[in-house]
């Protein structure tokens, strides 16, 4: 069905309560996964969902609605639903509509028309190219494991009573592998992930040999002894921590006291190294777009300069019950959600130090690749207990590799420990970092 003819049905189903006000979110969704396995394909999918989200205004009430696959009687089943809802909840005065406005044309590189022209074949055989290249790197990578690509398109349109009506295309590659080191008695796993927006952005075979390279680095690794010392965050390291800390920059926790930047407005927060920005209009970004997903233009926001906190993240919403501007950070991880504040693209803005630079820096440390146990980083204290792993570093150089290690502290104080700023930016998703020098971090080991 049409979006005219799904925007008519609902219009005319709401147009019979009084006093309604709507918005209508469609997304026409194409996904392609491709894996591979020892050279042979694994599993080729192929799918299509298109879903739909209504959110009506009734005097101050919000309801919320969706369904997939619109019919006419779904969709006045919908219209009636969401007005029913909305009938169940307190009236709200910051519930709004954006109203009818004109976007500035921009070129942000978000759509690669070019997938539907590349060939089946030619996907498969670079996926098999991805496992090959880590294969064949080494001896000691006896077997890959999840090697795959996937691929998203998606036609988003957003129409409201109010006179809004955009519409924005939008492409997501990604391929993947995790493969399986031996040597003696020592056993590692290594993954690595490349995500673009357009695919001859991603390089299957520096995938393969990245995955074989973090796999065989880490054999024959140990642990080493309690203690403070200086420490190097790679880049992916920073991203996990980045993810903890970025619900701490939204409004409605600030508002709910939910976050340690409460009240810490104009206050240092982190290291003056670090300066932290939003930017929804990155080109080429996984989390960019012309507008976010109640029609607000997306734009860049630098949440903290040379250390000090100067904004928050808002949707509509939340920007006016905290007497603020939305930010363009409203977005709907699925259909079956209404919208919420979220990153757009979030990163540490990249300095000018060489790895090997940080590495001088250092001298002795820890150089972490990898922790384990993110997500249970506390996201309103912001104290964390890790498991990590990497390479100890003596005189600059790697000496051996470190496993079965515990780092801790607090998110806060991590970044406010940073001493340098590595040169490289890496993207995973919506979330970007460079490398970082911290002065000093606890480790618990033997």
């Known amino acids: ?67 997939f696959g619109p019919t006419l009687e779904g969709l006045e089943h919908l219209a009636d639903r969401a007005i029913e809802l909305a009938g169940q909840t307190d009236v709200d005065p910051n519930y709004s509509f954006r109203p009818e406005a004109r976007l500035e044309p921009s070129d942000l590189e978000l759509f690669d028309a070019s997938l539907t022209t590349i060939p089946n074949k030619d996907k498969i055989a670079h996926v098999r190219e991805m496992e ?38 939008e492409t997501h590659c990604s391929m993947s592998i995790m493969v399986l080191a031996e040597d003696n008695d020592s056993s590692e796993m290594g993954w690595e992930l490349g995500n673009a927006r357009y695919y001859t952005d991603l390089d299957p075979a520096r995938i393969g040999l990245c995955a074989a390279r973090r796999a065989l680095q880490m054999l024959g690794s140990r642990q080493i002894s309690t203690c403070r010392c200086p420490s190097i965050l790679e880049d992916t390291v920073v991203i996990d921590m980045l993810g903890a800390w970025a619900s701490s920059f939204f409004g409605e926790n600030v508002y709910k006291g939910k976050s340690f930047l409460s009240d810490k407005l104009n206050e240092i927060v982190a290291s003056p190294r670090i300066r932290l920005i939003d930017d929804g209009l990155y080109p080429r970004g996984m989390g960019s777009a012309p507008f976010d997903d109640e029609g607000t233009p997306q734009t860049r926001t630098i949440l903290v300069q040379d250390g000090r906190l100067i904004s928050y993240l ?114 995973i998703g919506r979330i970007g970092a460079p490398s970082l020098l911290v002065k000093e971090i606890i480790i618990s080991g033997l």
């Open 1 to 67: 069905m049409e979006k005219k003819k799904v925007v008519e049905i609902i219009s005319d189903c709401l147009s019979r309560t009084e006093g309604i006000d709507f918005e209508i979110f469609l997304s026409r969704k194409k996904v392609l996964s491709i894996g591979i396995k020892d050279g042979n394909v694994d599993h080729f999918r192929s799918s299509r969902e298109i879903g739909l989200a209504l959110r009506v205004l009734k005097r101050g009430r919000a309801g919320f609605a969706y369904l």
């Open 132 to 169: 090959h290249s880590a294969l064949s790197s080494d001896p000691r990578i006896k077997k890959a494991r999840r090697a795959e690509y996937e691929e998203v398109t998606n036609h988003v349109s957003l129409t409201n009573s109010r006179g809004l009506d955009l519409e924005r295309e």
């Open 314 to 427: 808002f949707d509509r919403y939340w920007s006016k019950k905290m007497d603020s501007e939305p930010t363009g950070n409203s977005f709907r991880t699925k259909i079956a959600a209404p919208p919420a504040i979220s990153v757009s693209n979030f990163f540490v803005d990249p300095g000018t130090s060489t790895p090997e630079q940080l590495l001088s820096k250092m001298d002795t440390g820890f150089f972490i690749t990898e922790v384990m146990g993110a997500h249970t980083i506390d996201p309103v204290s912001g104290d964390f207990s890790l498991g990590a792993s990497g390479m100890w570093i003596d005189k600059g150089k790697p000496s051996f590799p470190v496993k079965g290690v515990t780092i801790s502290g607090t998110i806060y104080d991590l970044f406010s420990a940073v001493e340098e700023v590595g040169d490289s930016l890496k993207f």
